[in-house]
């Protein structure tokens, strides 16, 4: 692991140096979202003001007595060297900053001259020009976005670190409204000290991270970037969404993050080599990241669906083959017990169609028997909550299944207010839902593809 | 446009024959939705009763002294026949078949004596064994889905006919919680008499439908169904998705709808052939629907994109390539105004990213000048409404730009409550709304492939 960077997301004491009365400025978004989730000691620093929101005011963090592990940087690009100088004498031990007007401008004079700072005093540093950090467990939270407008997602154990703060905001904000849980969220700008590589190392020996999702545009250091996938991919699964793949794409990158962004091809096959699974769309991200973080890997490609909705099931199916999956042959006497306990109108098969009038007793029954299949690798459960005939309880029956048999289960459902209530509930239970059949399908294949990268035979890294 | 199918959806005055008191049962659904949405008569059909819930109850259809435009068939399918019969005798001039029970459970002797009974009568009928009509103009609601798990879409311009009644369900109570406006629905079952076909002709000629979306698992009549299209595709857009286009997913097409799905390929070949838009997913079906609905098609395909989030501008770049459209070159002067418009900050080149303190004033001076370019066809305008800096009337500047310059637009935005409260007033207003940049990039793509569609030579049909 990375020296240091735990001070970055678990620090004991915090200095805000730039925090502000004045609800508009960054510097007052940060100083709350410490207040309403941090533990451990804050210490806003401003050099005008005594005393911000009942808390004693530094008027340089080198003023403050106690220990400071981790000082957000908002300062004014002008003031910033002086002021991460200030950090160093202090002995700060890492630093978020949050100003801008370094490279992303032109101005790498600026840029070399706070790495120098950084190093001189040993520090670890995130940014400049970023979001910065948000742990839902130690409660730092640098995210300068108003919480009315940028929900934060709940704990949980997924981590996402992203070249791009706004798509990284949408996204954390989107976690919220979705009930996906998170463990990190690291934007890091202009990556003066740490960047993707070693965060992804870092995050391979989080506790809470289950899954490391990437949102990249370009790698600063190839080569570390390969050694560090390749290192943590055998222990957990990281998806990337690489942006700039294109001519046009790139140019654009360029423009936003400086990065070169490189050959598509060039790029995938990195991805390959080093255990990282590509996805094509950022929603895919995070359907990927969801089963992953939740669920254990297959051994097999051998699905069964359940459904109430046939054409949700032929849809189903074309994805399995699509995918280059398999739809599960059940047992002959797998299919005496289904025969058994269901009505006649359900022709038993895979997908197996509980038809229109199915309810949770129709469900539980198959579940039971199609997950005691030792040829069934992962169960798609497909719920169209809209019929009359399925109730609430239909969710404890899957998850009651899920929790006893341990064996993977994704859910898919489509509908409004009724229907995203329950799917709510699957979501924080560890059963991820996807809206379609071929988005499930998808993820369940990322679970699939990551059985072989953790299993893979060793290179010797 | 084929005969007498206009009863089916705006008649006069409807029997609910098998309504019924007990709220468990379609009858009583499918009564409450009549009486809540239904401007016509309406007369319940039932022997055991003389009155539901307030209204005077008949015990044969033959019995109602005024005329019937519209028979709701809810009765059992040992009675379905008489009860057919009985309404051909009254003159009944249209019928939705909800019953089940006929060629799907392998009675198909019982199907032809329906067929029989309703050519004998020249009745136009929808059904059996469907979810039948929604009508958001009419009030005509067979839906036998209750409306606290199924919310009813409110009054638009997609019409979707299904093969499937399940999927269908959930899409229209997703349009509900999405904004989206629909016209018509129609599942139409096993289509003894009324089928895709003719459905397509008929909302080809509907004033209030402007695009039509189609789930298809089969086709009962290929060459009627080109013909149709080929017609229906010069007035309005088509937009198809298939399923059981693989060997797993046409056998399980075969349980579900008896349809011989056939090759993936002849079905591609078909749509093209008539113009019709496929795509590859539900969430695509009406995310190519809803702007194919709002918007003009395009006539070239140089898009220009305005963004608040760099990263959502390199992956729109990455999109627009990969779908074979270009990013719009912006003329001299249109850049010397940007320039001269927009902060220093600001990169004037296409995706134009507004940097993350972008406010309304500058998308509303980038828009104004942008929208005036002869060389863009369309914009997409990319908000990220987490940003501290962009207010609500961001969505008002979108808004009007679109009104007064009369030119496509579509917008990218991602997030929870704060965000899709801002995109819901976006849809209503005809501007529609996608999460990713992938999405809104195919969706355009779809417009720029009508523009072609709806102006290809003429080929006599």
Redo the contacts between chains.
């Keep these: 692991m990375p020296d240091g960077v735990e001070n970055l997301f678990s620090p004991g004491s915090v200095a805000i140096v730039g925090a502000s009365r004045d609800p508009?400025k960054?510097g007052n978004?940060i100083l709350k979202n410490f207040m309403l989730s941090f533990k451990g000691r804050i210490y806003p620093v401003n050099p005008n003001m005594e005393e911000i929101m009942g808390l004693k005011c530094y008027p340089k963090t080198s003023s403050i007595k106690g220990d400071v592990d981790l000082a957000v940087i908002i300062v004014p690009s002008e003031i910033a060297l002086q002021t991460v100088e200030d950090c160093g004498k202090k002995g700060v031990k890492s630093l978020v900053i949050i100003t801008s007007g370094f490279s992303e401008?032109g101005d790498t004079e600026r840029e070399k001259e706070l790495a120098k700072i950084i190093t001189k005093y040993k520090m670890r540093a995130i940014g400049p020009n970023c979001l910065g950090i948000l742990d839902t467990y130690s409660g730092v939270d640098t995210i300068?976005?108003?919480q009315?407008?940028?929900?934060r997602p709940s704990k949980g154990s997924i981590s996402f670190v992203?070249?791009?703060?706004?798509?990284g905001?949408?996204?954390l904000?989107?976690a919220?409204?979705e009930f996906v849980g998170m463990s990190k969220f690291v934007s890091y700008g202009n990556g003066v000290d740490l960047r993707e590589s070693e965060l992804i190392d870092y995050l391979g020996n989080d506790g809470t991270t289950k899954s490391i999702a990437l949102?990249l545009?370009g790698l600063h250091d190839g080569r570390r970037f390969i050694e560090a996938c390749s290192r943590v991919s055998r222990k957990k699964p990281i998806v990337a969404l690489k942006?700039?793949?294109?001519?046009?794409?790139s140019?654009?990158?360029m423009?936003?993050?400086a990065s070169l962004a490189g050959s598509a091809n060039v790029f995938s096959g990195v991805f390959k080599q080093c255990g990282v699974i590509e996805v094509?769309?950022?929603?895919e991200l995070f359907d990927c990241s969801r089963i992953l973080a939740y669920q254990k890997p297959l051994d097999g490609n051998n699905i069964a669906v359940v459904t109430?909705?046939?054409?949700?099931?032929?849809?189903a199916?074309?994805a399995?083959?699509?995918a280059g999956m398999k739809?599960a042959s059940f047992s002959p006497a797998a299919e005496k017990l289904l025969r058994k306990s269901l009505p006649a109108?359900v022709?038993v098969?895979n997908?197996l169609?509980l038809v229109?009038d199915a309810d949770t007793k129709r469900y539980k029954d198959a579940l039971d028997i199609i997950s005691k299949e030792s040829g069934v690798d992962c169960m798609l459960v497909i719920l169209?909550?809209?019929?009359?005939t399925l109730g609430s309880d239909v969710i404890d029956a899957v998850t009651e299944i899920y929790k006893d048999r341990k064996k993977p289960v994704a859910v898919c459902?489509?509908?409004?207010?009724?229907?995203?209530i329950h799917m709510h509930v699957l979501e924080k239970e560890g059963i991820p839902v996807y809206?379609?059949?071929?988005?499930a399908v998808k993820s369940i294949k990322a679970l699939w593809r990551y059985g072989k990268i953790k299993n893979r035979p060793s290179d010797g890294r």
């Design positions: 508009k960054f978004v401008t300068f976005n108003p009315y407008k940028l929900n992203s070249q791009s703060g706004a798509l905001a949408a996204v904000d989107w919220h409204s949102y545009e942006a700039g793949k294109s001519e046009a794409g140019k654009a990158a423009s936003h993050t094509d769309d950022v929603d109430n909705g046939g054409g949700f099931g032929v849809l199916a074309d399995i083959e699509e739809l109108t022709n098969r997908p169609d229109g169209l909550m809209q019929v009359s459902s489509a509908g409004g207010n009724f229907t995203q809206s379609t059949p071929k988005k």
